[in-house]
DNA sequence: AAAAAAC
């Protein structure tokens, strides 16, 4: 195995060193793309020479034109512009863990092939099929995707994968820690042998060489950043606070950061899908432009949260770890884990979302003794000791604590108001989010706690959000329970 | 423990 490593200091290279073709180099410079990173200059090379290719590269390294642009000019030989699909088979295919992946490595994808004549589409799931089946059926040479709606596209015979000559596997990883490895393997068996495979991955972990050693042959290693280790330029602050004022810290910790004339923008990380709904709403309260992306929001909401948080239209990005790997929000000044992850891998790609390409970040971490076991796991991992500080002119029983004191209230007031002979308060319909109180929960609705949310109103309708009625009715960080209802409520009659 | 992903 060949492998090529380098530090993070760009080679003296530009982008006309690499022979690509006129039509490619026009849109790159359309885009301003002027030198490569480190990642574009081993890889491209490597790419262009046919040799199959085994990545470590973060988010934000310009992995995607890495592979992208070699990829769009060894196709470019093949195309034409016959408009038929025979004509255009699927001959690059790339895999993305998440809608969002898909979708962004696709629109690179659509920039850098767009003076020629080749074609691509992206497909994944949580929407309508049919105009994935039509873009597949005129025909496409590059095609992203999500490995599920794939193979649902496969079933449906709306795309043969038999003309495949170039396969990437990005975010390898993270296709593995979601279970995808099936879904791969029945992909990957669709494929013809003979072709080149980029495999790229955060860490090079033994699922990951595993994968690597049956679906690669002879790859070249490439690595610009030592895998597990956080990058340099990010200073991570770890500030503890007493259980039941982390939403007062966070507060604290944006307004300031306001207050000091730094970016208003950056991503919030929490643990839950409720959480993550409530914490946005409480920032909201706090007169802070905040937004919750998880995954019980339609995709619909998804993408148009993260539209208008790249226009800066929307702060605070609050967000689950449907965010944490591969969205590609350029230049993020500040991240704050208002939980630690569950996993210490997790917080290396929490934080890689900032610090990048040489530029300065902040990760910053709200930290309760509790989590005591999930920090010294990070530390462990990133083999370096994080201070824990204290948080500077915070004052937990000032404003933001009470409002975060009144939130517990509210919601505790919401489960009295729930009971049948409710002695509850008046309803207080929450501001920010008018889904959650025309959804309010209802005992006798009961059915609805025991089976799935199915959406009937197509896109654009409200969501009745299972876990958000339940965070209203449950307070703070309670998980959805999973005997009926009328137990927890404590033996009230449950209406059938 | 939690989140993500196909219908």
Do not use: W
């Amino acid at each position: 195995m060949t492998t090529t490593t380098t530090d993070q200091t760009t080679p003296e290279i530009t982008f006309d060193s690499f022979g690509l073709d006129a039509r490619i180099q026009r849109a790159l410079a359309e885009q301003g793309y002027t030198k490569p990173t480190p990642i574009q200059a081993q890889a491209i090379p490597v790419v262009l020479l046919g040799k199959d290719v085994m990545g470590a590269a973060q988010t934000g390294t310009g992995k995607t034109a890495g592979f992208a642009l070699p990829i769009i000019q060894r196709l470019l030989p093949m195309s034409n512009a016959s408009a038929s699909p025979a004509r255009h088979p699927v001959r690059a295919l790339m895999l993305t863990p998440t809608r969002e992946l898909a979708d962004q490595v696709y629109d690179n994808v659509a920039r850098y092939a767009r003076f020629t004549d080749l074609r691509s589409t992206v497909v994944f799931g949580g929407v309508d099929m049919n105009p994935q089946t039509e873009a597949l059926r005129r025909g496409v040479e590059i095609l992203v995707a999500t490995p599920g709606r794939l193979l649902d596209h496969v079933q449906q015979k709306s795309v043969n994968l038999s003309q495949v000559q170039m396969l990437v596997l990005d975010e390898a990883d993270r296709m593995l820690d979601m279970g995808f490895l099936p879904d791969l393997q029945r992909i990957i068996n669709l494929l013809p042998a003979q072709r080149q495979t980029l495999l790229f991955s955060a860490t090079f972990s033994a699922e990951i060489k595993r994968l690597a050693s049956s679906y690669l042959r002879q790859p070249v290693t490439i690595e610009v950043a030592r895998s597990n280790s956080a990058n340099e330029n990010v200073r991570q602050t770890v500030f503890q606070v007493e259980d039941g004022h982390k939403q007062a810290a966070v507060v604290h910790l944006l307004k300031k950061r306001a207050a000091d004339g730094l970016s208003r923008q950056c991503i919030v990380f929490v643990n839950s899908k409720i959480g993550c709904s409530r914490l946005a709403r409480h920032l909201e309260r706090e007169g802070i432009n905040a937004a919750a992306i998880h995954g019980d929001k339609t995709q619909t909401e998804r993408m148009q949260t993260l539209d208008g948080f790249k226009q800066g239209n929307i702060d605070a990005l609050v967000a689950t770890d449907v965010a944490a790997r591969g969205l590609d929000i350029p230049d993020m000044p500040c991240v704050i884990n208002f939980d630690l992850p569950y996993s210490a891998e997790d917080y290396v790609h929490r934080i890689g979302r900032t610090g990048r390409a040489g530029a300065s970040g902040d990760a910053l971490s709200i930290f309760v003794p509790a989590d005591e076991r999930l920090l010294v796991d990070i530390e462990k991992l990133l083999k370096r000791n994080i201070p824990r500080t204290p948080l500077e002119g915070f004052d937990p029983t000032g404003a933001n604590a009470r409002a975060e004191e009144s939130e517990r209230r509210r919601a505790r007031s919401d489960v009295r108001r729930a009971r049948p002979n409710g002695e509850g308060d008046e309803p207080r319909p929450r501001r920010n989010d008018p889904a959650s109180s025309r959804n309010a929960f209802r005992p006798s609705d009961d059915p609805f706690f025991s089976r799935p949310y199915e959406p009937s109103g197509g896109a654009a309708a409200a969501q009745p959000d299972v876990t958000e009625s339940h965070a209203a009715a449950f307070g703070r960080g309670r998980p959805a329970p999973k005997r009926p209802l009328a137990a927890l409520l404590g033996g009230v009659p449950r209406k059938s």
